[in-house]
Nanobody, 113 residues
Framework: QVQLVESGGGLVQPGGSLRLSCAAS????????MGWYRQAPGKQRELVAV???????NYADSVRGRFTISRNNAKNTVYLQMNSLKPEDTAVYYC???????WGQGTQVTVSS
C-alpha cells in the first residue's frame, strides 16, 4: 500500500534551519510530482513547494529563497531544506504525492524562541 513517512520536524529558534524528509513506498516515485504543504492552526492547508518528475521546482512566495525542495529517486525520498525560519513558518508539514493523490501523516515544525 501507499506510505509517505515524514520526519525531521521539531522546535527551532527563529533564524534556524531544519531538514524535512519524506520516504515514499507503494508508488512509482520517479514519475510522480512530489510536494510539501503546511497547515497552521486555524488556517487552510497551503502549498509550500513542489518538485516535478523532471526536477523542476515551484515555491510559495512566502518561502522562496529560504526553502529548497529536492528529491532522490534512488531512495524514493523528497526533502525540504528550510533555512532562515520564522515564527510564521510554524505549522504541520505534509508530504503529498499526485498519483495516487495521497498525504503523509505530517510532522510538526515549531519556530519559537
Amino acid at each position: 500500500q501507499v506510505q509517505l513517512v515524514e520526519s525531521g520536524g521539531g522546535l527551532v529558534q527563529p533564524g534556524g534551519s531544519l531538514r524535512l524528509s519524506c520516504a515514499a513506498s507503494g508508488i512509482f516515485f520517479s514519475v510522480n510530482t512530489m510536494g510539501w504543504y503546511r497547515q497552521a492552526p486555524g488556517k487552510q492547508r497551503e502549498l509550500v513547494a513542489v518538485v516535478s518528475r523532471s526536477g523542476s521546482t515551484n515555491y510559495a512566495d512566502s518561502v522562496r529563497g529560504r526553502f529548497t525542495i529536492s528529491r532522490n529517486n534512488a531512495k524514493n525520498t523528497v526533502y525540504l531544506q528550510m533555512n532562515s525560519l520564522k515564527p510564521e513558518d510554524t505549522a504541520v508539514y505534509y508530504c503529498h504525492t499526485t498519483v495516487p493523490d495521497f498525504w503523509g501523516q505530517g510532522t510538526q515544525v515549531t519556530v519559537s524562541s
